[in-house]
C-alpha cells in the first residue's frame, strides 16, 4: 500500500481532569475543530464486517483504514490509512473484489461498487499534542483527540502514527505509558464513535458487526467495550 501510515491508537473514557492532567504532563492544545463524518458500505456491510473502514470527513477529504498485523495483543488498535485517493480506490476494488475502475477519484466509484452512506455524525475535537519525557524528539509526537459527538458520546483517544512495522512496539509503549499518566485501567477500552452510533440508530447492522467480529460492546456506561473506527 503506497503512500500509508500505520495508525497505533487506544481509546478511553475521558473524565473531568483529563485536560487539566495532559497540560500537567506538559500537553499542548493544538486546535479545537467541530467536523462532519460520513461512513460508506454496501447494503451488506462488506468493507466494516473485513475490517475496512471508508470515510469521508469535511475538510480533510477521503480516508480508508485498513486492518493492520496483529502482533501485540492489548486494549488498542492498528490500522493502515489511505488517503490518496487512486490507492483508496485500488483497495476498495481488491476488497470488494472487482477490477480496478480506473484512477479517478473515490466519489466517482461509489455507485459503481454498490457504496452508500450508513453513517453521518458531527464532532468536537480538543487536539492535544505531547511528548513524554525522556522521548527522542525526532519520533512522532503522541495525539491526544478529546472527542464528543453530537449524539452525545464522548471519547477520548491516545495515537502514534509510524512508518514502519518494526515502529509499532515503541509506539504502543509510549500509548500505554501515557494512557496510565491519565489514569486510564490497563485493561480499558471504549466503544468507537461509529459503533455507539450503529448500536443506537441501526441497531440491526451493529448486530451483523457484532456476529462478525466476535465483538463483546455494551452499551454507554458500562466496562468491557471494544470497538473499531469511529
Given at each position: 500500500m503506497a503512500h500509508a501510515l500505520i495508525e497505533v491508537e487506544r481509546r478511553f473514557i475521558p473524565?473531568?481532569?483529563?485536560?487539566?492532567?495532559?497540560?500537567?504532563?506538559g500537553g499542548t492544545l493544538e486546535h479545537q475543530v467541530t467536523f462532519w463524518d460520513r461512513y460508506y458500505?454496501?447494503?451488506?456491510?462488506?468493507l466494516m464486517r473485513a475490517d475496512y473502514w471508508l470515510r469521508q470527513r469535511e475538510g480533510s477529504g477521503w480516508e480508508l483504514k485498513c486492518p493492520g498485523t496483529a502482533g501485540?495483543?492489548?486494549?488498542?488498535?492498528?490500522y493502515v490509512e489511505l488517503t490518496v485517493e487512486?490507492?483508496?480506490?485500488?483497495?476498495?476494488?481488491?476488497?470488494?473484489?472487482?477490477?480496478?475502475?480506473g484512477a479517478g477519484g473515490v466519489a466517482a466509484v461509489l455507485g459503481p461498487l454498490g457504496l452508500q452512506e450508513v453513517a453521518s455524525f458531527v464532532t468536537k475535537r480538543s487536539a492535544?499534542?505531547?511528548?513524554?519525557?525522556?522521548?527522542?524528539?525526532?519520533?512522532?509526537?503522541?495525539?491526544?483527540?478529546?472527542?464528543?459527538a453530537?449524539?452525545?458520546?464522548?471519547?477520548?483517544?491516545?495515537?502514534?502514527?509510524?512508518h514502519e512495522e518494526a515502529e509499532v512496539p515503541v509506539a504502543l509503549e509510549k500509548i500505554h505509558s501515557l494512557s496510565s499518566m491519565l489514569g486510564v485501567p490497563v485493561q480499558e477500552t471504549a466503544p468507537a464513535k461509529l459503533m455507539v452510533y450503529l448500536?443506537?440508530?441501526k441497531p440491526q447492522d451493529y448486530?451483523?458487526?457484532?456476529q462478525v467480529h466476535r465483538l463483546r460492546e455494551k452499551p454507554q456506561g458500562t466496562k468491557d467495550p471494544e470497538g473499531n473506527l469511529g
Amino acid at each position: 500500500m503506497a503512500h500509508a501510515l500505520i495508525e497505533v491508537e487506544r481509546r478511553f473514557i475521558p473524565g473531568p481532569g483529563t485536560e487539566k492532567r495532559l497540560q500537567e504532563l506538559g500537553g499542548t492544545l493544538e486546535h479545537q475543530v467541530t467536523f462532519w463524518d460520513r461512513y460508506y458500505d454496501t447494503p451488506e456491510l462488506s468493507l466494516m464486517r473485513a475490517d475496512y473502514w471508508l470515510r469521508q470527513r469535511e475538510g480533510s477529504g477521503w480516508e480508508l483504514k485498513c486492518p493492520g498485523t496483529a502482533g501485540v495483543s492489548g486494549p488498542h488498535q492498528e490500522y493502515v490509512e489511505l488517503t490518496v485517493e487512486p490507492a483508496v480506490v485500488a483497495q476498495l476494488c481488491e476488497v470488494l473484489g472487482t477490477e480496478v475502475l480506473g484512477a479517478g477519484g473515490v466519489a466517482a466509484v461509489l455507485g459503481p461498487l454498490g457504496l452508500q452512506e450508513v453513517a453521518s455524525f458531527v464532532t468536537k475535537r480538543s487536539a492535544w499534542k505531547l511528548v513524554l519525557s525522556g522521548t527522542d524528539e525526532e519520533e512522532p509526537l503522541l495525539k491526544v483527540d478529546l472527542d464528543t459527538a453530537d449524539f452525545g458520546y464522548t471519547v477520548g483517544e491516545v495515537e502514534a502514527l509510524v512508518h514502519e512495522e518494526a515502529e509499532v512496539p515503541v509506539a504502543l509503549e509510549k500509548i500505554h505509558s501515557l494512557s496510565s499518566m491519565l489514569g486510564v485501567p490497563v485493561q480499558e477500552t471504549a466503544p468507537a464513535k461509529l459503533m455507539v452510533y450503529l448500536q443506537r440508530f441501526k441497531p440491526q447492522d451493529y448486530q451483523r458487526l457484532l456476529q462478525v467480529h466476535r465483538l463483546r460492546e455494551k452499551p454507554q456506561g458500562t466496562k468491557d467495550p471494544e470497538g473499531n473506527l469511529g
